[in-house]
């Protein structure tokens, strides 16, 4: 049974309108990440709420926002998506941020730009 | 700076036989080591770990061998099977950077029946 869900698993936007992505969690943990996947390259990490505690990454672009309303839940706003913006988007998950738990990730959404 | 790097982007292996995925590091201040494996449209899958106070670890067919010193760890499979192909990316972090993954940047593995 899929713990990390992301939909859509595809999504197409045209340059400059504002996309949602979203992901849900049936694990109950307290961590959720947004990575960003470029082809052939390793995921980087956009930012990550911890319980309500949202952090971002120093060079995550503000075009990007994100969104947590409950513990299931998580949104990754793009506000006005660029042509380099198309990437696979990841969720995951982590139980707490220490003791090197391993994350769960969700099968990521494909965004592509027109 | 890649803090990970996996300097080998595909490995191609006989069914039956070993299959050694590499990884290097450069922040001594990594305390945990994850190997996640990766199929054609789907999330990495979390596979093994080890803690840096540690040397090895095992599950089943995979060995994880961590060499502090040299900033290297590997990931040994055996026998491999043509299921295990796939991207393996090695991860890393800091306990005490909130959980933070750094991945390399993967490792292309194909068994061969």
């Known amino acids: 049974d899929a713990m990390v869900i992301q939909n859509p698993r595809y999504q197409v936007t045209q340059f400059g309108k504002p996309v949602t992505l979203s992901c849900s969690q049936t694990l109950n943990h307290n961590v959720m990440y947004w990575y960003q996947q470029k082809s052939s390259q390793a995921p980087k990490l956009l930012f990550h709420?911890?319980?309500?505690?949202?952090?971002n990454e120093a060079d995550t672009p503000d075009n990007f926002q994100s969104r947590r309303p409950n513990t299931s839940f998580c949104f990754l706003d793009i506000r006005s998506p660029g042509l380099g913006d198309a990437a696979m988007y990841l969720c995951?998950?982590?139980?707490?941020?220490?003791?090197?738990?391993?994350?769960?990730f969700g099968d990521g959404t494909r965004l592509s730009i027109l | 700076d890649q803090q990970v790097k996996q300097n080998s982007p595909s490995l191609s292996v006989q069914e039956g036989r070993i299959s050694i995925l590499n990884c290097d590091y450069t922040?001594?201040?990594?305390?945990?080591f994850l190997w996640y494996k990766k199929y054609p449209a789907e999330g990495p899958t979390f596979l093994i770990s080890?803690?840096?106070?540690?040397d090895k670890n095992e599950d089943g067919r995979f060995t994880v061998f961590l060499n502090k010193s040299a900033k290297h760890l590997s990931l040994h499979i055996v026998p491999s099977q043509p299921g295990d192909s796939a991207v393996y990316f090695c991860a890393a972090l800091e306990n005490n950077a909130g959980n933070m993954l750094t991945f390399g940047g993967g490792t292309r593995l194909m068994v061969k029946p």
């Open positions: 995951a998950t982590s139980r707490d941020r220490s003791g090197g738990r391993p994350q769960h």
């Open positions: 709420y911890y319980d309500k505690d949202f952090n």
């Open positions: 922040n001594s201040m990594f305390d945990y």
């Open positions: 080890i803690s840096s106070i540690k």
